[in-house]
């Protein structure tokens, strides 16, 4: 739950740099963000349920792993970011710890 609530609320608030920088319109951010929150509403149950069974800290640390391997696996190996990058990607990859 705390990672869907950390999820919708920085989009809110980087929205105005999001559609600046993906070249997308208002409707389309409304978009990702109702799909963020309803995906948030269906999972939270299944997620209660996990920590239930596993503890809080084992839940966290597995959703931090979970939401690091796709960052990994798309970050460059030891090359340089390619300067038409659009600077939110740049900050993902450079956040990945490649």
């Known amino acids: 739950m705390g990672a869907a609530t950390f999820t919708a609320s920085s989009i809110g608030i ?5 559609i600046d ?3 997308i319109t208002r409707a389309e951010l409304g978009i990702v963000l109702a ?8 999972l939270s149950p299944i997620a209660g ?6 503890g809080g800290k084992a839940a966290i640390i597995a959703l931090f792993v979970l939401a690091a391997a ?11 970011i390619p300067p038409r990058t659009s600077s939110s990607l740049r900050i993902s990859q450079r956040g990945s710890g490649v």
């Open 14 to 18: 980087l929205a105005t740099f999001i």
């Open 21 to 23: 920088d993906l070249s």
């Open 35 to 42: 799909v963020v929150n309803v995906a948030a509403a269906v």
């Open 49 to 54: 349920r996990i920590t239930d069974r596993i």
């Open 70 to 80: 796709p960052l990994r696996e798309r970050s460059p190996r030891r090359q340089p």
